[in-house]
Each structure stands twice: as C-alpha cells, then as structure tokens.
C-alpha cells in the first residue's frame, strides 16, 4: 500500500508538472493543444540524444543519472521551447491572425502532434528505450517507506518547479500580465499588456515543464514515441478535474490523479494476484482517471477551482 | 483647447455599424456626459476610443496625434485610460495586483500612485490582499476607477461608472468623479444614464442610433426639448 502510494506521488507530481504546463496554455491560448504531449515526448527524446553525444560522465551517488542528464535536461528544455515557439510562429499564430474558433486552433494542434510523433518515430525509431540499463533498489525511508533514490529527487525536483513557477506567475510583472490575460483579456490588453508577449511566455513557460515532465518520466518509466500521446489522457483529465486555467487546480487534479490511478489499479491488481486471477490491470489506469472526471464535472461542472468564464 | 477629436466616424462590429459619422471633442480638464437610450452606441464608442474596436471611417485625435489604427496598449500608452461597464476588474487577482496591472505600463512609483489612488478611494486600502472577486459591488467599481487612474491619465473614459451601485454610493462616486477631474486635472469622458451624473459635466452629448443628436452645456443641455423627449420622456 505505501508502495503503491509512494509510486502515485512519484507520478502525480510528473502529471502535475505537465498539467501546469497544459492549463496555463488552454486557458492563455484558449485552445486545448493537443500537441503537448508530443512536446513531453520530444522533451524526453532531445534528453536522450544529447546523452547519446555526451561522453560518459558519471552518476550521482545513489543515482542513476549525472551531470550528464543534468546537461541533456537543459538542453532538452531549450530544444522543446524552440520546437513550441517555432511551431506557434509558423502555425499558431497565424491562425490566430486570422481568428479561427478554439475547435480549429485544437484540431490543428493533432495535426501538429502528429508531426512531432512522426519525426521521432523517424529518428528513434518505434522501440522502448531507456536512459540508463541500470536497475534502482528501493532504500528504506523513516516511517517505513521505500523510496528509489532517483524517485526522491524526482520528487523535489518537481516541487521545485511548481514553486518556481507559482513565484512566477505570483510575483513577476510577466507572470501577473500571463494571470491577467488569463482573467480578462480585453482589459489586460487596455492596460498596456502585450498579449502576444504573453503568449510568448505562456509556450516557454509550458515548454519548460513539458521538456522536464519528459524527463522525469523517461527516468522514472522508459522512452517511446507514444508516451506523451499516451501522458495526454491524464494530463487532460487533471486540468478538466482542477477547472481549466487554474494552477492549484492543476496541481490537485494532477496528484489525485496520479495516486488515484496508482493505487486502485495496483490494489486490484494485488486483490486479483492473491486470487489467482491472471490480468494486467494496469492498463485500466486511463479509466480511473475518466470515472473521476465524470464525477468531478457531475458535481462541479467547471472543475474544482475552475471558474465559468464570459 | 481640445484633448480629444473625434471627426465623422463610423464603426461597428463585423458587417454591422453602430456608429454613423460620429463627432465631438473634449477639452482639457473638462468632464463631458454622454447619454442615449440603450443600444445607441455608447459603450461602442468608449470602445473604439480604446482601441478594443477599428473605426471604419474617421479621424480620431489625442493630444495632437492621430489614433486610427492603434492598438489599446499603445491608446493606453498615450494617456488615456478605459474603464468598461461590465468585466472591469481582474477578479482572481486581489486588490493590490489589479492596481498594479493599472501601472503596467508605468513600470516605476507604483506604491506612490497605489497611495494617491488609496487617497481617493480609501476603502481600498484595507483590501489589498483580497481577491477582486470577492468585493461588493460598490468597492468593484472603485477598484475598476481607481485602476484606471493608476498610469495617471490625462483623460479617463468611464463607461457607466454608476450602474448597479445604490442611491448612496452612486452619489459617492459622482463626488470622486468630480474630485478626479478637478484636483488631478484629468479630462473625464462619462458615459451615464443618470441625470446627476450629467449635471457634475461640463457638456453633454446625446446620442441615439449610432449618431449625435445634441451637444451642449449642462445647463442647457438638460432643459433642452430633443434631449427630454428623446431620453427623460419628454
């Protein structure tokens, strides 16, 4: 039980990152980019290619990774950023020049993620992949937990960044103007706001957490070229769940579902294991996630922190 | 001397034109009213003074330069500051952060002008860290006034400032008007339905179906027979 718990905050906290990322890019853009988590995958792979150019460089202690991963995340995040704003320059953006509703700008971005999951079945190929063949034991933790010492600092990492990006979005000019266009474009523009400047920042600031939410998943699980596709279904059913646009939306929604998938289907699992019954459950997870959401939106239908707009 | 002039413009949304070959003028440190029955293009014409609506047709010019064409950010840049009737406030951000957005632009003193902001408004003060949303009626339109006043306009476009708020503090607020024009030396354009708020004006303007039907001084203006029949019911 515990394991199991450990294990969905491990991937409720990667959710949680990339639902940040998702919720302030649905909400700013006002479009649900449906690409994103094809950017989490490009994340995860520039990761691996700038690994495979980088000499050996060691682990950490306890770790399976280095200075090397350190190096190959940074750039993993540059690469993503410049894909995402590339692709708004040469796409998105035009089609918000010439006002298509949010259906189109949505269904323009499965064209996108289309492209982006072709280009690394391309270059990678279709096989699982992983940044280390090493094995990680659980340590022992106090209060009887077991912990990977990759999975820890997963975990403060991610904190970290859903800090930083709160301070951001709290405490800089950049990041008030992203809240107010998310609030009232109208008068965030006749305030002096630059909303393209937003919208700017609003795909750096989503990048970043889609390159490093890759990531961590490609530590924590393994690389494929279907893994952001696959991530989308969670990733939606969080912001859904949190109310689209807000942060500590994203955040509650982002770990309830990922605890919530970990442990109901490793507790059927186990319950289906010590009745002898063969079945992978596991591949339920995504249900999980669809029963919460309808019961959330039965309840609320904007979601839990969400607002109705207009 | 005129700070704003408005010549022969015609605007609308998509296909459809409200206004139909608007014009006026508004001189410096002056409060001008503007009033006409509902849909008569009021609200459209605070929105295209900001930028948020392209005229079709027309001259618009602020302080000797021409507007036509500008963007509500670089409107906003030259000194004049929108406050709209509805969605007037960012209200999932608190008190101070939306006082803050005001001075987006000012980029320095931003706690002196929130303070002389606060001397006006100060039931303000002790609401910094509230959220917008969660303020009264009365206190939002403060807010939204006092938000507009934060890049120290030189005129202030106020789009039924008053509607909504009870007897007592509508009263309340066409003293604040009045307080703004005459100590900060703004020029105010009010856009209202009331008749108190015509009377604390210096002119008025009628307008009715997308065109300006009548300009005069207050005293005038109120006990004028086209704007009785046409607005007070004769």
């Known amino acids: 039980m515990a394991d199991l718990l450990i294990s969905g905050i491990i991937y409720g906290s990667i959710i949680t990152l990339g639902a940040i990322g998702l919720t302030l890019m649905s909400d700013i853009l006002n479009f649900f980019n449906f690409a994103y988590g094809d950017f989490f995958t490009l994340g995860a792979f520039s990761a691996l290619a700038v690994l495979g150019f980088l000499p050996d460089m060691g682990t950490f202690a306890g770790l399976s990774f280095g200075w090397g991963m350190v190096i190959a995340a940074v750039t993993s995040i540059c690469v993503t950023v410049s894909v995402m704003l590339f692709f708004d320059f040469i796409f998105f953006k035009r089609l918000r020049n010439i006002g298509v509703t949010s259906l189109f700008m949505s269904l323009a971005s499965l064209g996108v993620s289309f492209i982006i999951r072709a280009a690394v079945n391309i270059i990678w190929g279709p096989k699982v992949r992983y940044y280390t063949p090493a094995i990680q034991i659980s340590r022992d933790l106090p209060l009887g937990i077991r912990m990977k010492p990759d999975e820890l600092v997963i975990l403060i990492c991610a904190l970290i960044l859903v800090v930083a990006v709160f301070y951001f979005l709290k405490k800089t000019k950049t990041g008030k103007a992203m809240r107010a266009v998310s609030d009232n474009k109208v008068l965030a523009q006749a305030t002096g706001v630059e909303t393209d400047r937003v919208i700017m920042w609003t795909w750096i600031v989503s990048g970043v957490l889609a390159a490093v939410a890759g990531v961590f998943y490609g530590i924590q699980v393994q690389l494929s070229p279907t893994m952001g596709w696959n991530f989308l279904i969670p990733l939606f059913v969080a912001v859904i769940m949190g109310g689209v646009g807000s942060f500590w939306g994203a955040l509650i929604g982002g770990m309830t579902i990922g605890i919530s998938e970990e442990l109901i289907t490793g507790l059927i699992q186990n319950t289906f294991n010590a009745v002898d019954i063969q079945a992978n459950i596991s591949v339920y997870k995504p249900a999980v996630a669809f029963v919460f959401v309808i019961v959330i939106l039965l309840i609320k239908p904007y979601g839990l922190l969400g607002k109705r707009k207009g | ?234």
């Open chain 2, 1 to 234: 001397m005129s700070i704003l002039t408005i010549d022969s413009v015609t605007a609308g949304y998509g296909a459809q034109d409200v206004l139909f070959e608007v014009s006026f003028h508004i001189d410096y440190g002056e409060i001008v009213a503007l009033i006409g029955p509902n849909g008569a293009g009021k609200s459209t014409l605070l929105k295209v003074l900001a930028g948020i609506i392209r005229p079709r047709s027309g001259t618009i010019v602020f302080k000797g330069t021409s507007l036509v064409g500008s963007s509500p950010q670089s409107i906003t840049g030259t000194g004049m500051s929108w406050v709209p009737q509805e969605e007037n406030i960012f209200s999932s951000m608190t008190v101070q952060e939306n006082l803050e957005m005001g001075a987006y632009l000012l980029g320095r003193d931003v706690k002196e002008r929130i303070d002389e902001v606060c001397a006006i408004f100060p039931q303000l003060r002790d609401r910094m860290g509230q959220l917008a949303g969660s303020l009264s009626g009365g206190q939002r339109q403060m807010l939204a006034v006092a938000r507009g006043l934060m890049i120290h306009p030189d005129l202030l476009l106020l789009d039924e400032p008053t509607a909504g708020l009870a007897p007592n503090l509508v009263q309340m607020m066409l003293e604040k008007i009045k307080q703004i024009a005459v100590n900060m030396g703004n020029s105010v354009f009010l856009v209202t339905q009331t008749l108190d708020a015509v009377r604390l004006s210096d002119r008025g303007y009628l307008i009715s179906a997308g065109r300006i039907k009548y300009e005069d001084k207050t005293d005038s203006f109120l006990v004028n027979s086209e704007v009785r029949d046409l607005y007070f019911g004769g």
